[in-house]
């Protein structure tokens, strides 16, 4: 018998709740998933559910109030190198190029190597996005997918274990958008990383992941339903939209949050 990877992220029970003049708020509440080594599992839920929030808690910004998160068979609580991170907004250093805000990352983690090495690194991942002629640009002088790109390059360069990812192509016009998921496949499967992401768009969560997790709504969000995303890869965007399957994935992630969202697994309801 063949045993399943043991998971390299287990959430156990993960809740976060903020204080508030009536007591704890309670935004998130006993969370359970594991995610399998080089797996891309997606996130969806209504705005405002908490998708952030367990995100913000797995990349180690946000404390946990209760619950366990286990990486790497090891619990943790803090941020680190081992979990790249990208917004949707990347956050760049308006006075350096997006070489040097590449660099600031890998210098971080990579102090020991020689300086070579880490600029062929920062270099190496700046051009797989598709930024050889422009990675000593500014940020000012990038477009808005451009400077995404840059985000991209700089979680990868740093080499991490897993790769979190909020909404990294909210922003982007719909080719972009289409195009920087065709670079993010490419890259997850050169590297196999492991990866969540958060997204609001149906589309985007079938065409990227191996599962779908759909949140109820908050407060005390929990997990309500995963969809196991059954297309093989690399996938052909044309292939799969023509695939009835792909009619069928859709239909129940929208059924989900039309009509299933606001009931609670845990109560039974
Ligand atoms: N620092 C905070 N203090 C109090 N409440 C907070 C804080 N941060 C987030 N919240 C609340 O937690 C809830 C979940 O927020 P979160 O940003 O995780 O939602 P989301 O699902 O990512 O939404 P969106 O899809 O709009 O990005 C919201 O009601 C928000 O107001
Ligand atoms: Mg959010």
């Known amino acids: 018998m063949i045993l399943p990877p043991a998971p390299i992220l287990e959430l156990f029970k993960l809740t976060k709740s903020y204080p508030s003049p009536k007591g704890p708020a309670v935004i998130v509440k006993d969370f359970n998933l594991n995610l399998a080594p080089?797996?891309?599992?997606?996130?969806?839920?209504?705005?405002?559910?908490?998708?952030?929030?367990?995100?913000?808690?797995?990349?180690?910004?946000?404390?946990?109030?209760?619950?366990?998160?286990?990486?790497?068979?090891?619990?943790?609580?803090?941020?680190?190198?081992?979990?790249?991170?990208?917004?949707?907004?990347?956050?760049?250093?308006?006075?350096?190029?997006?070489?040097?805000?590449?660099?600031?990352?890998?210098?971080?983690?990579?102090?020991?190597?020689?300086?070579?090495?880490?600029?062929?690194?920062?270099?190496?991942?700046?051009?797989?996005?598709?930024?050889g002629n422009a990675m000593h640009k500014y940020p000012g002088e990038l477009s808005q997918g451009m400077c995404q790109r840059v985000g991209i390059a700089r979680a990868f360069a740093l080499q991490p274990k897993m790769l979190l990812l909020d909404e990294p192509f909210g922003m982007l016009d719909s080719l972009t958008k289409m195009e920087l998921q065709e670079v993010l496949l490419a890259l997850w499967r050169r590297n196999k990383l492991t990866t969540l992401m958060v997204t609001h768009d149906v589309d985007e969560a079938i065409f990227l992941s191996d599962r779908v997790v759909m949140m109820t709504d908050g407060p005390a969000a929990e997990v309500g339903d995963i969809l196991t995303i059954p297309f093989d890869r690399p996938r052909n965007r044309v292939a799969i939209l023509a695939d009835p399957c792909y009619a069928e994935c859709r239909n129940h992630l929208l059924t989900f949050l039309n009509e299933r969202s606001h009931l609670r697994p845990s109560q039974g309801k």
Not at 62 to 84: F, S
């Open 38 to 131: 080089g797996e891309f599992v997606t996130l969806i839920g209504h705005s405002g559910c908490g998708k952030s929030t367990v995100l913000s808690m797995v990349a180690g910004l946000t404390g946990v109030t209760e619950g366990a998160m286990i990486l790497g068979g090891r619990e943790t609580d803090q941020a680190g190198p081992d979990r790249g991170v990208v917004f949707q907004s990347p956050c760049l250093l308006p006075w350096m190029t997006a070489f040097e805000n590449v660099m600031l990352g890998v210098n971080q983690v990579y102090f020991n190597a020689r300086k070579s090495e880490r600029r062929d690194l920062a270099e190496y991942y700046l051009s797989v996005v598709g930024l």
